[in-house]
């Protein structure tokens, strides 16, 4: 039998954002996604990194921007993948309980990923390349993109649901809310148009903070 899906009461009955994003970062993550999603479709062949892994990098994610859609749409993913409600609920709620020591640094980075709002230390980046291999940090890098993507589109989805529920978030307006998804939709064809134009160019599909100090401009 089929465990239901559950995730956290501070997700479920969340009344205002964990975190807001621009139409601008949006944007941008749509056009890092892009490349993003082919990198973990062709993941799925080959499997340089298990399928759970890459699950619980994206809850990571989520678990920090606080998004209640992709919360529940990734709980139902990562149950049909066979992990517990136990052991989503944990990383939803910034556990580190069912951390497996080898997946440390990368769960780590994701989460340092998803805090910078997609702008990570580059410092950051080289520890997972030392630690996993270029390959396999190209993979985490990747399933943090399209993660924090979809964060950004489905915070404001999560309190337009919210409001039709007769509960608005009390930090949003109906104007954000559907101006961002409807933003969002137009917007995403010339995010992949703009995602294949640099990839023919050969611009890397990544973007770092090269300083060093966390608190240098």
Same mark, same amino acid.
């Given at each position: 039998m089929k465990e239901a899906i559950k995730v956290p009461e501070s997700i479920s009955l969340r #009344?205002? *954002? $964990? /975190?807001? *994003?621009?139409?601008?970062? #949006?944007?941008?993550?749509?056009? *890092?996604?892009? /490349?993003?999603?082919?990198?973990?479709?062709?993941?799925? $062949?080959?499997?340089?990194?298990?399928p759970d892994f890459i699950e619980r990098l994206q809850l990571a994610v989520t678990e920090v921007n606080g998004c209640a859609a992709c919360s529940y749409q990734h709980t139902k993913m990562a149950l049909q993948q066979g992990m517990s409600n136990e052991e989503i609920s944990s990383f939803l709620s910034g556990e580190t309980h069912f951390i497996k020591p080898e997946e440390a640094k990368a769960i780590l980075f994701a989460q340092h990923f998803a805090d910078s709002r997609g702008f990570p230390k580059k410092y950051a980046y080289d520890a997972i390349v030392t630690e996993y291999g270029s390959d396999k940090a190209a993979l985490i890098l990747s399933a943090s993109q399209v993660m924090i993507a979809g964060n950004m589109y489905g915070i404001p989805f999560s309190a337009f649901q919210s409001r039709l529920k007769g509960k608005p978030f009390t930090d949003s307006n109906l104007f954000y809310e559907l101006g961002m998804l409807v933003a969002g939709i137009f917007c995403l064809p010339f995010a992949i148009i703009q995602s294949l134009l640099g990839a023919l160019v050969g611009l890397p599909n990544e973007r770092f903070d090269k300083s060093m100090a966390d608190d240098e401009e």
């Open positions: #009344m205002g *954002f $964990k /975190r807001k *994003f621009s139409l601008w970062e #949006m944007y941008r993550s749509f056009v *890092f996604a892009t /490349r993003a999603a082919s990198k973990l479709s062709k993941n799925k $062949k080959n499997q340089l990194l298990h």
